[in-house]
């Protein structure tokens, strides 16, 4: 089966690590906002140029320029037997134009994976990996206000997918290992059931 799902975490929940190790799992590409930038920034393309535009000055790349990317990467090759979105969508405008783009293929979201890691747990983390990689701005303040403003900002995209019925709840806390097995666990389970 082919596998298009998001993943989706507070700060500090180790989504990365997961993310990574899924996509090794399910042979399947990450796609990741984040890697789109930096691609379109080095390329020099008018993508990229419009994206560094607003970068440069500290503000978030427009929500259109973001679709426009993530529409590009679709085409590619690679993700035709399923792929991974990490940072994205972040808003429910996104997740519309989302729809829109994966509508346009003949394609729908499979799934959205929802890492649940405990706030306290979160910033403990965080602080602890701040100290150690000598983050000095990392602090508790700001991570806490960092948590915050995911759960605002993730809540609705959250109740929208719900309504789908296809957010799956996973156990974010403990190693590596048990949370990946929890992942594959219940998306093997979700996958049987449908």
Not at 27 to 45: L, M, N, Q, W
Not at 71 to 87: A, H, I, K, S
Not at 97 to 121: C, G, P, Q, S, Y
């Amino acid at each position: 089966m082919s596998y298009r799902l998001l993943l989706v975490g507070p700060p500090g929940a180790g989504k990365g690590t997961q993310a990574e190790l899924l996509c090794e799992y399910l042979e399947i590409p990450a796609v990741s906002t984040g890697a789109i930038f930096r691609e379109h920034t080095a390329a020099g393309d008018e993508l990229g140029q419009l994206a560094d535009s607003f970068t440069s000055r500290g503000e978030l790349v427009p929500d259109d320029v973001t679709n426009r990317m993530v529409d590009v990467r679709l085409d590619c090759e690679d993700v035709t037997g399923g792929f991974l979105l990490d940072g994205y969508p972040r808003n429910v405008d996104q997740v519309h134009a989302l729809d829109r783009l994966l509508a346009a293929r003949n394609w729908t979201l499979d799934a959205v994976v929802l890492l649940h890691a405990d706030d306290e747990v979160v910033v403990e983390r965080l602080l602890g990996r701040a100290a150690t990689e000598g983050r000095k701005d990392d602090t508790e303040k700001v991570i806490r206000h960092r948590i915050a403003l995911y759960h605002e900002t993730t809540q609705p995209l959250l109740d929208l997918y719900r309504e789908r019925g296809i957010v799956l709840d996973v156990d974010g806390v403990g190693t590596v290992e048990e949370v990946a097995e929890r992942i594959r666990t219940t998306l093997e389970d979700f996958a049987a059931s449908r």
